[in-house]
C-alpha cells in the first residue's frame, strides 16, 4: 500500500526548464534513498539524479550540472529542477524510492513516469 505520483512533466521549448515532483503515498514511516532515472525510446532507463534521507545528492552524467534533485522529509516528496533543457532530455522520467512501511518492510518503488519533450 505505497505508490509514488509524479506530476510536472509536459513539453517544453529548448532552453526552457521543468520542475518535476514525486509524493509517496500510503502507509509510509518514511522515505530513505530517493532518484529520478529517464528512459528515451530504444533506450536503456539511465540515472539522472539520486539524493539520500540527509540530503547528499549525486548526478549523472549527462545532466552536466543543469539539473538538481532535492527532496521534502515531511511531506515524502522528491523533485527535479530542470534548466537549460536539451533536445536530448527528452525522456519518460521515472521516479524511485526506497520506502518504510508502516508495518516496518522495506519496500523499493517506482513512479508512473511523466513525459517530458523538449522541443526546438
Known amino acids: 500500500q505505497a505508490q509514488l505520483v509524479e506530476s510536472g512533466g509536459g513539453l517544453v521549448q529548448a532552453g526552457g526548464s521543468l520542475r518535476l515532483s514525486c509524493a509517496a503515498s500510503?502507509?509510509?514511516?518514511?522515505?530513505?534513498?530517493m532518484a529520478w532515472y529517464r528512459q528515451a525510446p530504444g533506450k536503456q532507463r539511465e540515472l539522472v539524479a539520486t539524493?539520500?534521507?540527509?540530503?547528499?545528492?549525486k548526478y549523472g552524467d549527462s545532466v552536466g550540472g543543469r539539473f538538481t534533485i532535492s527532496r521534502d522529509n515531511a511531506k515524502n516528496t522528491v523533485y527535479l529542477q530542470m534548466n537549460s533543457l536539451k533536445l536530448e532530455d527528452t525522456a519518460v522520467y521515472y521516479c524511485?524510492?526506497?520506502?518504510?512501511?508502516?508495518?516496518?518492510?522495506?519496500?523499493?518503488?517506482w513512479g508512473q513516469g511523466t513525459q517530458v519533450t523538449v522541443s526546438s
Open positions: 524511485y524510492a526506497d520506502l518504510l512501511l508502516r508495518d516496518g518492510i522495506w519496500r523499493g518503488a
Open positions: 500510503g502507509r509510509i514511516f518514511s522515505a530513505n534513498a
Open positions: 539524493i539520500t534521507s540527509g540530503g547528499g545528492t
